[in-house]
């Protein structure tokens, strides 16, 4: 079975459809609900965390929640709050935290149980400029660590930096970007297509290219 398998998946805000029917599957794995739970990591919009208890004590608890033994949620407390740069917090509880701050240890709550696939969602939006950085830095990281991670923003400069592959969201659906090898060499060409199948494409340059053209090349496909 899929460890992660998404079926005919759609969202709505009001009469605004965000996401019509998207379908997509991840690797072959395991079929105990424990198991799956230790490996995926998440990260959601908004913090789930507590806001009276500190850094320190937010880590713990949800380490526990994954199971892991009090010695060593201490221990991985301890080092991703330096790792974070949060271990200057002390005993401040999370509701004194600046928005970036909250952010990183929302993100560091998320890998507490060092996850083999992270869900990130909208890591950098809202925060201070060096706070993104830090951010995009530390997901670069956690990636080259062997981290699969799955990436939701509205950042250009976020999906360029960061993803491997990407999939553009138009008006509730994945684009797809079958039967277009010719118009993208035309509007591109200096580019050379690597492999095409109905929903991904690989492309690559000798050199630097920018994401907003494309994106724009694909909206306007729609």
Do not use: W
């Not at 959601?44 to 009090?70: H, I, Q, R």
């Not at 991670?149 to 491997?164: P, S």
């Amino acid at each position: 079975m899929n460890i992660i398998k998404v079926k005919n998946l759609s969202k709505r805000f009001g009469d605004f459809q965000a996401v019509k029917g998207i379908d997509f599957a991840g690797e072959n794995g395991i079929e105990a609900i424990k198991k799956v739970q230790q490996i995926i990591g998440i990260v959601p919009d908004e913090s789930n965390l507590y806001d009276d208890m500190s850094g320190f004590d937010n880590l713990v608890f949800c380490a526990s929640l994954y199971g892991m033994k009090k010695t060593l949620r201490e221990k991985r407390a301890t080092e991703l709050l330096k790792q974070f740069s949060l271990d200057h917090t002390g005993d401040r509880p999370f509701k004194a935290f600046s928005k970036g701050m909250k952010r990183k240890l929302t993100i560091a709550a998320g890998i507490i149980h060092a996850p083999e696939i992270l869900f990130l969602d909208e890591p950098t939006t809202g925060i201070d400029v060096e706070s993104a950085r830090q951010i995009r830095r530390m997901i670069e990281a956690l990636n080259q660590q062997g981290t699969t991670i799955f990436l939701t923003t509205h950042y250009i400069e976020d999906a360029e930096r960061l993803c491997h592959r990407i999939g553009f969201i138009v008006e509730g659906k994945v684009i797809e970007v079958s039967n277009v090898e010719n118009q993208l060499l035309e509007a591109f060409p200096d580019i050379s297509i690597l492999s095409q199948s109905n929903n991904c494409i690989r492309i690559s340059s000798s050199l630097p290219i920018e994401l907003m053209p494309f994106m724009q090349f694909f909206e306007g496909m729609n």
